[in-house]
C-alpha cells in the first residue's frame, strides 16, 4: 500500500467521522436545549450547549489527526 493511498483512506473515513459527529452531537444537542428551555430546566439547556460544544471540539481535532497522517 502507497503513502498517498493511505492519506487518501484517512481522509475519506475522517469525511466520514466529521459527518457522523455534526449528526449526533448537533442532533442530541439541540434536542436537549429545546427540551431544557419547554420544561424550564435551565440544567438540561445547558447540557445541550456543552454537547453541541463538545461535538465542535472533536470535529475540529478531526482535522489535526488528519495533519498527522
Known amino acids: 500500500m ?3 493511498e493511505i492519506g487518501d483512506l484517512t481522509s475519506i473515513l475522517l469525511g466520514i ?3 457522523l459527529i455534526l ?3 448537533g442532533a442530541v444537542g ?3 436545549i429545546v427540551k431544557g428551555r ?3 430546566n435551565p440544567r438540561e439547556f445547558h447540557e445541550g450547549l456543552v454537547i453541541i460544544g463538545a461535538a ?3 470535529f475540529a481535532a478531526t482535522f ?3 495533519a498527522i497522517f
Open 2 to 4: 502507497d503513502i498517498t
Open 17 to 19: 467521522a466529521r459527518a
Open 23 to 25: 449528526v449526533a452531537g
Open 30 to 32: 439541540t434536542v436537549k
Open 38 to 40: 419547554s420544561d424550564e
Open 56 to 58: 465542535g471540539a472533536i
Open 64 to 66: 489535526g489527526v488528519e
